[in-house]
C-alpha cells in the first residue's frame, strides 16, 4: 500500500491530497505485516460522522468529532479510514478528499467536477488498546524530546508551547504522541490597581474578566430551525472572543465556568442571545445554544384619540415590540419631532389650542423601526360645549302610506348626533386610555306624531346632543373559509392569533371570532387539519365602532407532494397558468434537509409547494396578508407581488415536518414586464404574527443556458426555509394613491342611507399597454371597511400616463355583493359620483359593459393621479397617498365612487332611529327597538300566503304588558311574500316582529303586541296549534276577532320551528337577523336556506283575493323623493324598481358568490 508523506510542523498539518487509497497513517514508512495487522495492540474505532457535504462540502474534523463523543477517540490516533455512507471506501468514489488522522478528514465540493459535490463520508480511527500486552515488548523506540518552545503569550494571558520527538526504531511502531503541547503563561504585566475578584482563577490584564489558563469551552451554536449557525460572533464585554466554523462549533480556552461569566453570541438575521457558562469544576464545559430569528418591530397598541379642555393634562402612550426590543422612542406632533420626548409616554401639561393635532411615536432599535398610527388631539375651550348641541341633519324613509305634503316627500328629519369624542368628566390624572370613554350622543329627543293614511305615525326626534358616556360595542367578523377553486369549505379547522388557537371553523367551513379589546391589526391564521389547504394567513379589516363584518376566506388548495431524494439535486418548477413558462424555479441542493431539532435528514422527503400565480387574476382573492412591510424609517409601505410560494417538507417514512438551508431561488425576468423592478425585486417571508412581510434577501440578475442553445436571464437569490413557510418574489412600489368609495342602501343614493361594514376592495392589475405587459396579470390586494363617510381604498397610480395602472373594484356585506352604478348604453356622471372630464380619464366601466350577461358587482377605473394644475381633479375621487386625511374627511359633495344594495321587498321602520350598521347610534329609551346595545335579538314569525299574487305583510309592534310603552309603537315591519318555486298560487313570508323581554333599564319585561297584517283583502285560516297552545297557556291571551289579521303578545321564550316563530341572539344585529332568517326560510331550528320553503315550519296561514293591491309601496315608484340631488339621481326608478322586483326572488334564493369581478351568473343547486 502506498501511503503519501504528512508534515506536521507546529501543530498545523500539511495533509495529503488523495484520491485511491485505503487509510491514512501517521508515520512515514510502511508498517511490517506483523505489526500492522496484530489486533493486539492497536484497533479501529466505531465509525463517526457528525457533517454531511451541504454548504462548501463534508468535514469530519477530530475536534468536532471529539466535541461529541468526548471518549471514544484516543489523543493520537495511528491512521484514519473513510467510506461514504453508502459503505463505499474513499478510493472507489474518485473524489478529491483530504486526510490526517491527527486532523482529520475533509472533502471540498468546489474540487469535484461540474454539477458534483462530495459525498456523504463516514471515517474512524487506528487507536491503540486501552490494556497492551507488555510481553510481546514490539514498541519501538522514541528519541529525546526537543526543548519546549518558547511561550510567545502576552503579559498575563495564556499560551501553548509545543515540544517534538522522533520514533528512531526503523521497523516498529513507536506508541504515544510525536508532539506534545502544554499551555505556558506570558510574564507578569505591570502592577495595577484592579478591584475584580475571581472565585475561580484570575483577573486578565485588562482587569475585566477572570481567566482560567486549564479550561477550555466547547460550544455548538444553531440558527433558527436548527440550521447551522457559520459565522456568529461570541464576545464578552464588547471584546470578539472566536467566531463559529462551518458546523457551528466554537472552542474557546481560558473562560472560567464560574456560573459569573457572560458570553454574547450574535448572527446576522438572529436575535442576540446572552449565554452564562455554567459552573463545573472539569477542565472542559459545553454549551449548546439555539438562536432566535430577529423579529422586527410591530405595534402592539397605538396611541389613543382624545378630548380635552384648554388647561387640563392629556397623555398618549404606544407599546411596541420586536426582538431585540426597541431601545428609541420619538413623538411627533403633525409631523414635526418633539425634542426632549424619548420614552413610550407623552405627557402634555397645562394644554392650549395650539397642541391640538395628530400625535404618533416613532420607536427604533437594533431590529428596525416602526411608526405608530396617529392619534387626533381635540382642545376645547373652558366655556366651549365639549359637544355641539345642534345636531346634524339626518332624513330617514317613511313608510309607504305616509307621505308627507309638508316636505312633498317619504323622508323625515329626526337628527344625528356625531358619535366624535368628546371630554366628558374626566379628572386631571395621566393614564394612557381613559376609564370611561365619552362620545357626543343624544340628550334629549321630542316624540312628534306624523299623520299618515288612516292613522297617526310617532317618531322621535333629536332635540340635543350632549357628551355622555360612549355605547359599548363589541366588533366581530365571521364567514366562512372555503377553496378558492370550487368553494369546498375548509371543515373543522383551526383559527390562531398570536400563535394561539382562538377559534374553528364549522362544517360548512363557517367561523365567528370576537375583535379582542385594544385590537389594532387582526391577524388570523387558518390552519387545516385535513392538509387539504395551504395554511393561510389573512389581516382582516374590522368595524373599529363596534359590529359585525363578513369575509369570505379563500383557500389555495395544497399541491400534491412530489417524492424527491435528499442527496440529490433536485428542480422545482413554478406556475400555475396553462401554455406559459414556469414563473420561479426552485433549487434544492443535495444533502440540504434538517430535521426541526437540527440533525441532518437523510432519505426521501415528500415536497408539496404551492404557488400563487399573479398571472391569473382569480387568485388575487387567495393572496395571503396585506402585502405590507414595514420600511427602515418605520412606515408601513405596500408591495406589488410577482408570486407567493407555501412550502411543505416533511419525511416520507413518517411526514415528520422538515426545514431546508442554501435554497436557490429562479425568477425568470421575462416574467417582469417593468424593467425598473429588475434592481429593486427581493425574497420575502411571511410574518404570521404580524401579517407584515419581512425581507430575506435580494435577487441578483444572472444569466443561464437551457438546453443547448437557448439562453435565458434570471434572478436568483437564495434562502433558507426555516419556521417559516410562507415567501414572496415583491417589490417596493413608491406610486401610491388612495380611492373614495361609499356604498348605499338603494340607488336613491341618500347621505342618511350610506351602509357601513361594507368590505370594500381593489385589485390593482398590470400596467396596461404601452409598458409592454399582460393585462390579466395582478400586483396587490387590498381591503377596507366603509365608515360613516365611506372608505379610502389603497392603491398603485401614475400622474404621467392615466392608464399606467388600473384596478377592479368591489364590495361586499354579509356575503352579498353590491351593485356598481352601470357605465352603459349610457355613462351618467351624477349617478356614478365623479364629474367630467375626470371620469372620462378614469376611464370607468363596470363588468357588464360589454356583455350585459356579466354581474354587474364591480368596476374597473384606471388610477391616475390627480394633477395638481388640474381644479377639476383636486376633489377626488382619486387622491394622492399624502392626503389621506382629504380622501378620509371629504364631504358627501367630493367626487366618489358608488355601490349600492338591490334592493329587496322589505321595509323596517324604528320609532326611536337605529342604524343597524353603527352599533354607536343606539338609543337610551324605553322605545328602542332593540334594547341592549350588545345583545341583539332578532324575531321572526312565517306566514303562508294563498293566492296568485305576492302578498306585502305589516308587523305593528307595540308595547303589551310594560307600564312605560304600553300602547305605544316600536316600530313597523312591512316584506312582500315569496312565490313558492313549486306552487303557483302558493307564497310565503318571514316577517320581522319586536321580540318580547328586558327593556334597556333590565327591571321589567314587556311583552311585544304584534299585529300580523296582510295588505289587501285577506283572511286567516289557520294559526300553529302548538303556538296557539303556547299562547293561551302563557296569559294574557291578546284578543283576536278580525279574521283579516292576528294579534298576539309575542312569546318570551324561543319556540323554534316547530312553533313557526324563529328566535336568534347575537352581539350584532344583522348577524341575528340573518341567520334567523336563513332559518324562517329553511322552516326549521338549525338549519339555513334561501330558498323560501313555503310549507315548511308554518305559523300562520292566510288566503288572500284574486285581485293584487295597487297602491304607493314601498316596493314601487317612489313619489318625489326629497330635495333636487335625489331627484336627478332617481329618474327612470320606476323602470329599476321593478327590475328589482325581478330580482328579488334571486336575491332571496340563494347567496351570491364574493370577489369574481368578471365571472357570470352561477346556476344555484337547491
Avoid at 478 to 498: K, L, S, T
Wanted: glycine share 8%; net charge neutral.
Amino acid at each position: 500500500m502506498s501511503l503519501k508523506p504528512l508534515l506536521l510542523i507546529l501543530g498545523i498539518t500539511a495533509a495529503t491530497v488523495v484520491t485511491a487509497q485505503e487509510s491514512w497513517r501517521r508515520d512515514n514508512r510502511k508498517p511490517g505485516p506483523s505489526v500492522y495487522h496484530s489486533e493486539e495492540n492497536y484497533e479501529w474505532t466505531t465509525w463517526f460522522n457528525v457533517d454531511h457535504p451541504g454548504g462548501r462540502g463534508d468535514y469530519e474534523q477530530l475536534d468536532a468529532i471529539r466535541f461529541y463523543y468526548r471518549a471514544r477517540v484516543c489523543q493520537t490516533p495511528r491512521a484514519i479510514e473513510a467510506r461514504t455512507t453508502e459503505w463505499v471506501p474513499a478510493r472507489e468514489t474518485g473524489e478529491k478528499v483530504h486526510a490526517d488522522p491527527t486532523v482529520g478528514f475533509w472533502c471540498l465540493n468546489e474540487e469535484q467536477g461540474p454539477e458534483r459535490n462530495c459525498s456523504n463520508y463516514a471515517v474512524r480511527f487506528l487507536c491503540p488498546k486501552a490494556i497492551l500486552d507488555f510481553s510481546m515488548n514490539i514498541q519501538g523506540t522514541w528519541g529525546t524530546w526537543s526543548d519546549w518552545e518558547p511561550c510567545s503569550a502576552a503579559c498575563d494571558q495564556v499560551g501553548i508551547q509545543l515540544r517534538s520527538r522522533n520514533c528512531i526504531s526503523l521497523s516498529v511502531p513507536c506508541v504515544g504522541p510525536k508532539v506534545e503541547e502544554r499551555t505556558c503563561n506570558g510574564p507578569e504585566c505591570p502592577q495595577t490597581d484592579c478591584s475584580l475578584r475571581c472565585v475561580i482563577g484570575r483577573a486578565n490584564a485588562e482587569c475585566d474578566a477572570c481567566l482560567c489558563e486549564e479550561h477550555v469551552l466547547l460550544g455548538s451554536v444553531r440558527g433558527a430551525g436548527g440550521l447551522t449557525a457559520e459565522g456568529a460572533t461570541i464576545t464578552r464585554h464588547g471584546k470578539l472572543l472566536t467566531l463559529t466554523d462551518h458546523n457551528g462549533h466554537l472552542r474557546i480556552p481560558g473562560i472560567c465556568p464560574d456560573g459569573n461569566t457572560t458570553l454574547t453570541i450574535s448572527l446576522q438575521g438572529h436575535a442576540t442571545l446572552s449565554v452564562v457558562v455554567p459552573q463545573s469544576t472539569e477542565r472542559t464545559s459545553v454549551v449548546s445554544v439555539q438562536l432566535k430569528r430577529t423579529e422586527k418591530l410591530h405595534v402592539l397598541s397605538n396611541p389613543e384619540s382624545k378630548a380635552r379642555r384648554e388647561g387640563q393634562t392629556t397623555a398618549f402612550c404606544c407599546k411596541v415590540t420586536g426582538t431585540p426590543q426597541p431601545d428609541k422612542y420619538q413623538w411627533f406632533h403633525n409631523n414635526s419631532l418633539l425634542e426632549k420626548q424619548t420614552d413610550n409616554t407623552l405627557v402634555l401639561k397645562d394644554l392650549h389650542p395650539e397642541q391640538a393635532g395628530e400625535y404618533y411615536c416613532r420607536a427604533s432599535g437594533p431590529s428596525g423601526a416602526i411608526k405608530t398610527k396617529p392619534a387626533t388631539l381635540k382642545i376645547i375651550g373652558r366655556n366651549e360645549h365639549s359637544c355641539n348641541p345642534n345636531p346634524d341633519s339626518h332624513h330617514i324613509r317613511l313608510p309607504h302610506d305616509c307621505y308627507q305634503n309638508s316636505t312633498d316627500s317619504f323622508y323625515y328629519d329626526v337628527g344625528k348626533c356625531p358619535s366624535s369624542t368628546c371630554a366628558g368628566q374626566l379628572d386631571n390624572g395621566i393614564r394612557c386610555k381613559d376609564k370611561l370613554s365619552y362620545c357626543c350622543g343624544v340628550e334629549k329627543m321630542e316624540k312628534r306624531q306624523l299623520t299618515c293614511q288612516g292613522y297617526q305615525l310617532p317618531i322621535m326626534v333629536v332635540i340635543t346632543c350632549g357628551c355622555q358616556k360612549c355605547v359599548d360595542t363589541k366588533a366581530i367578523v365571521y364567514g366562512r373559509a372555503i377553496a378558492a377553486d370550487n368553494d369546498e369549505p375548509m371543515r373543522f379547522g383551526h383559527i390562531f392569533m398570536n400563535g394561539v388557537r382562538i377559534s374553528r371553523t364549522g362544517y360548512k367551513g363557517t367561523f365567528s371570532v370576537q375583535v379582542p379589546p385594544d385590537t389594532e391589526r387582526l391577524v388570523l391564521t387558518f390552519v387545516d387539519n385535513m392538509q387539504k389547504f395551504v395554511d393561510t394567513t389573512k389581516v382582516l379589516p374590522f368595524n373599529t365602532k363596534g359590529g359585525a363584518v363578513y369575509h369570505e376566506i379563500k383557500l389555495l388548495r395544497k399541491k400534491v407532494p412530489v417524492t424527491i431524494s435528499s442527496t440529490d439535486t433536485n428542480m422545482l418548477e413554478l406556475g400555475e397558468v396553462e401554455g406559459e413558462e414556469a414563473m420561479v424555479q426552485i433549487q434544492i441542493p443535495p444533502n440540504s434537509f434538517y430535521k426541526e431539532n437540527g440533525e441532518v435528514f437523510t432519505g426521501n422527503v415528500n415536497a408539496s409547494v404551492t404557488f400563487l400565480d399573479p398571472r391569473d387574476v382569480s387568485t388575487a382573492a387567495a393572496a395571503q396578508s396585506d402585502l405590507n412591510f414595514i420600511g427602515d424609517e418605520g412606515d408601513t409601505l405596500p408591495l406589488r407581488t410577482y408570486g407567493m410560494f407555501s412550502v411543505d417538507f416533511r419525511s416520507e417514512e413518517n411526514n415528520e415536518p422538515l426545514n431546508a438551508g442554501e435554497v436557490k431561488v429562479f425568477l425568470d425576468s421575462a416574467q417582469v414586464k417593468m424593467p425598473e423592478h429588475l434592481n429593486t425585486m427581493k425574497l420575502w417571508s411571511l410574518n404570521p404574527y404580524t401579517g407584515l412581510w419581512e425581507e430575506e434577501g435580494s435577487l441578483q440578475v444572472e444569466k443561464k443556458r437551457r438546453g443547448k442553445r437557448e439562453e435565458r436571464t434570471f434572478l436568483i437569490g437564495n434562502m433558507e426555509i426555516r419556521e417559516r413557510r410562507l415567501f414572496n418574489l415583491d417589490v417596493p412600489e413608491n406610486r401610491r394613491c388612495y380611492v373614495k368609495v361609499r356604498a348605499f342602501r338603494s340607488e336613491r343614493f341618500m347621505p342618511s342611507e350610506q351602509v357601513e361594514g361594507v368590505v370594500v376592495s381593489l385589485i390593482n392589475m398590470e400596467p396596461s399597454a404601452g409598458y409592454s405587459t399582460n393585462p390579466r396579470a395582478w400586483g396587490r390586494f387590498d381591503s377596507v371597511i366603509t365608515g360613516s363617510n365611506g372608505a379610502c381604498l389603497p392603491a398603485f397610480c401614475d400622474e404621467q400616463k392615466a392608464d399606467a395602472y388600473s384596478a377592479y373594484v368591489m364590495a361586499n356585506l354579509g356575503g352579498e355583493e353590491l351593485e356598481a352604478v352601470q357605465s352603459s348604453p349610457k355613462l351618467n356622471p351624477n349617478l356614478i359620483g365623479v364629474p367630467q372630464p375626470y371620469l372620462g380619464k378614469l376611464n370607468y366601466k363596470r363588468t357588464d359593459h360589454e356583455d350585459q350577461r356579466v354581474k354587474k358587482t364591480a368596476f374597473s377605473i384606471n388610477v391616475a393621479k390627480p394633477s395638481p394644475n388640474t381644479a377639476e381633479e383636486s376633489n377626488g375621487p382619486v387622491y394622492p397617498f399624502e392626503r389621506l386625511k382629504d380622501c378620509e374627511e371629504a364631504p358627501f359633495s367630493a367626487a366618489h365612487f358608488r355601490f349600492s344594495r338591490v334592493e329587496g321587498d322589505r321595509y323596517d321602520y324604528n320609532t326611536v332611529p337605529f342604524n343597524e350598521d353603527d352599533p354607536m347610534s343606539w338609543t337610551e329609551d324605553y322605545l328602542s327597538w332593540w334594547p341592549k346595545p350588545m345583545e341583539y335579538r332578532a324575531c321572526y314569525i312565517k306566514v303562508k300566503i294563498s293566492s296568485p299574487h305576492e302578498i306585502n305583510v305589516r308587523s305593528h309592534n307595540m308595547g303589551g304588558t310594560h307600564p312605560k310603552t304600553v300602547g305605544q309603537l316600536y316600530g313597523l315591519r312591512d316584506t312582500r311574500s315569496i312565490r313558492d318555486m313549486d306552487q303557483a298560487t302558493v307564497s310565503a313570508v318571514c316577517l320581522e316582529f319586536k321580540c318580547s323581554g328586558m327593556l334597556y333599564d333590565q327591571e321589567r319585561v314587556d311583552r311585544t303586541l304584534v299585529k300580523v297584517i296582510p295588505q289587501g283583502s285577506c283572511k286567516r285560516d289557520q294559526v300553529n296549534t302548538m303556538l296557539q297552545e303556547y299562547l293561551v297557556n302563557h296569559l294574557p291571551l291578546a284578543v283576536n276577532n278580525d279574521t283579516n289579521e292576528f294579534t298576539m303578545l309575542a312569546p318570551l321564550d324561543p319556540l323554534g320551528h316547530n312553533y313557526g316563530i324563529y328566535t336568534v341572539t347575537d352581539q350584532d344585529p344583522r348577524t341575528a337577523k340573518e341567520i334567523a332568517l336563513g332559518r324562517c326560510f329553511d322552516g326549521t331550528s338549525d338549519g339555513t336556506s334561501r330558498v323560501m320553503k313555503s310549507n315548511e315550519g308554518v305559523a300562520l296561514a292566510f288566503t288572500c283575493g284574486d285581485r293584487e293591491v295597487t297602491r304607493q309601496s314601498v316596493f314601487q315608484a317612489l313619489q318625489n323623493p326629497q330635495g333636487q340631488t335625489v331627484t336627478s339621481v332617481v329618474r327612470g326608478e320606476g323602470r329599476q324598481n321593478r327590475r328589482r322586483q325581478r330580482a328579488n326572488a334571486l336575491r332571496n334564493s340563494r347567496r351570491r358568490s364574493t370577489r369574481n369581478p368578471t365571472g357570470k351568473r352561477k346556476e344555484t343547486k337547491n
